[in-house]
């Protein structure tokens, strides 16, 4: 079976630059695993491969829902594979990339999502108990069920705590069991991960992250902030409080004391904990294979290129 490379990492470490010269190299075309690059018309703040760069080589996955649309990684999986499929049924290498730790995680583990359909309607029945009593007695009905979701989700993440008590009503079976149930199957491909290493020197990766947020800037994030708040769409939607365009609204709102000053250095700060978090996602992948961050792209998706090559032949 063809070994198909997942480049990730965390946000700003150069994995795009790689993972499109890997395509090149090796006849590949490129699936995105980023939450956010699938929403069509925000493209600096999702730092999105620009119009030349998907000339290079087919790109998948980009552009693919308005915002405003609900996604999730069930979609994704499902998403991902028929790409996969597509491109490997012409001949050509999947080579995919991203930095969201689920939509990894749930490719790597062959995580399934066949929830049962009773949830669905069980959902709308709870949603309709919130919106007239609140959360808590949904949320201590959850702690009674399944003790161990409902020590992982805040009482205030409604849609998530209507989802695990929906889904364990129709099932029956608690998140672990569930957990182990999703990943009995198996990943559909021999997935490889790699990722640019910068974990000794996190700094640099901070530096990096701080120049994108100045080159975003210049290519007109603002622009774009202020276009997906002029949207009829709900300012809660995931794609309306992503980083980069939530630290816009006191700005675009008029709030006192901010300033395109502060809502930069906002974007900076928050984009630097998000690259942590990410740096602890993926220290909890297994048999992630570590690539020289001195390295160039070319020479990175050369060193991807061997490594693929000699595990096709053991």
């Not at 006849?27 to 000339?55: F, H, N, R, W």
């Not at 730790?101 to 066949?114: C, T």
């Not at 609140?134 to 201590?140: H, P, Q, T, V």
Request: with cysteine; glycine share 6%; net charge negative.
């Amino acid at each position: 079976m063809t070994r198909i490379p997942i480049i990730t990492g965390p946000t700003g470490s150069g994995k795009s630059a790689s993972a499109l010269k890997l395509c090149e190299l090796m006849g590949g075309e490129l699936i995105s695993c980023d939450s956010m690059q699938i929403y069509k018309g925000l493209d600096v703040g999702t730092a999105k491969p620009t119009k030349e760069e998907q000339a290079l080589v087919p790109h998948h996955l980009i552009d693919i829902i308005e915002p405003g649309q609900n996604y999730n990684v069930s979609m994704f999986v499902s998403d991902c594979g028929k790409a996969i499929e597509d491109v490997l049924q012409r001949g050509k290498l999947p080579v995919l990339c991203g930095g969201t730790g689920q939509y990894v995680s749930a490719l790597k583990d062959g995580i399934s999502f066949e929830d049962d359909p009773r949830s669905e309607a069980i959902s709308r029945e709870l949603y309709a108990e919130y919106n007239e009593h609140g959360i808590d007695d949904i949320y201590r009905r959850l702690e009674a069920a399944d003790p161990e979701a409902a020590s992982k989700i805040h009482p205030n993440n409604t849609r998530r705590v209507i989802r695990a008590l929906s889904v364990f009503e129709a099932t029956g079976k608690t998140k672990t069991q569930r957990n182990i149930d999703s990943v009995k199957k198996g990943p559909d491909h021999p997935f490889v991960l790699f990722e640019i290493d910068y974990e000794d020197n996190r700094s640099l990766l901070y530096d990096r992250i701080n120049l994108r947020v100045d080159k975003m800037i210049c290519d007109g994030l603002e622009k774009e902030a202020r276009y997906l708040y002029s949207l009829p769409i709900d300012r809660k939607s995931t794609c309306c409080q992503a980083i980069g365009y939530k630290e816009f609204l006191p700005l675009i709102d008029g709030e006192a004391g901010s300033s395109l000053e502060r809502t930069i250095y906002e974007i900076k700060l928050n984009t630097r904990h998000f690259a942590k978090r990410q740096f602890t996602w993926f220290r909890h992948i297994n048999d992630i294979v570590k690539i020289d961050r001195e390295l160039s792209p070319d020479e990175q998706a050369s060193f991807i290129c061997r490594y693929l090559c000699e595990k096709c032949t053991t």
